[in-house]
């Protein structure tokens, strides 16, 4: 059971009215079922000059999220396209060509004022300059992803180099960059690594965008949660002291070679009250409910849930559908 402290009991005490929900909670497999989360509505906040309406999560798969913020969107890792490369059946293939896919993207993508980019690995970052040039959203990332924009012809007044440490004012809402890590594969590595410190060609296969250094963003609403979003099984713990947010978008840990993972990350934002698993899902079938699962995924789902109520009793564990509003 991890110590009480005095900042954890103010938040905590601050939320318990607060409350998650989509009409009904996505349900985990079979054998890890989520904690049933409180169904009574919080008073409403006070708006701000902006906001027009309940903030609003709908995961897109992997790491990607659009968040509604009154009559604004922020997007983060959006990767819609979901292209084959053979990653679940065996075969993959480096060479796989990028293939944005404008038919999936458009209906879903109607407007975006920030998106926000973990890494460059194709499945965070493939769609992110089509959706910048078809919304003129202001893109935040590595140096590599503000290299890798400009080589997709994204205007340089698009592109915000970010590194961590930086907290950015948007009025109703702010984001803190957080300086992370990437995780590591059963052999001690991670596909595609390096960065870019100039503009590249243009990218032609999944191999051509590397991980390009990792981050984190905490989202502080105002009148509303603090969220801290990872787009990669590994964490800088010493880097997450003092954020302390209401819930933390978790990915799921593919490998054992990243020590005392969900302790330490745990730990270190001080034990969110709702843990969201994120990048658990076949991200290379249609996105469509119920979400597709590899067998050997699910098993590390049900592990993970396992240890977040074993590190943190407190948290609860949301396992979220396709493109349904949460509200938290």
Known sequence: ???????????????????????????????????????AAAPAAAPTTRRKGAVSFRWWGTAGWRVD????????????????????????????????????????????MTILVTHTHWDHFMDVPYIAGRTGARVFGTLTAYHLGLAYKVPSTQLSSVKGGEVLD??????????????????YSLAFPGVRVTQPALPATIADLPEGDTLGYLMRVDGGPSVYFTGASDVAERN???LAPDVAMVALQNATTTGDYLPRLLKGLDYPKVVVPVHWDNFETALQNPPTVAETDRKRLDEMIAAVRRISPRSKVLVPEYETAYHF
Not at 92 to 104: E, N, Q, S, W
Not at 170 to 186: A, C, K, M, T
């Open 170 to 187: 948007f009025g109703d809402h702010s984001i803190e960059v957080v300086g992370s890590l990437h995780s590591r594969n059963p052999s």
């Open 69 to 112: 913020i009154g009559d604004r969107t922020v997007l983060v890792d959006p990767f819609l396209s979901r292209i084959d490369t053979g990653l679940f059946t065996g075969e993959f293939k480096p060479a796989t060509k990028l293939t944005v896919r404008p038919d999936v993207i458009d209906p879903r993508v109607d407007r975006a």
């Open 240 to 242: 997450l002291s003092g």
């Open 1 to 39: 059971m991890p110590s009480l402290d005095r900042r954890r009991f103010l938040r905590d005490a601050a939320a318990t009215t607060a409350l998650v929900s989509a009409g009904g909670l996505a349900a985990t497999s079979a054998s890890a079922q989520a904690a049933p989360l409180a169904a």
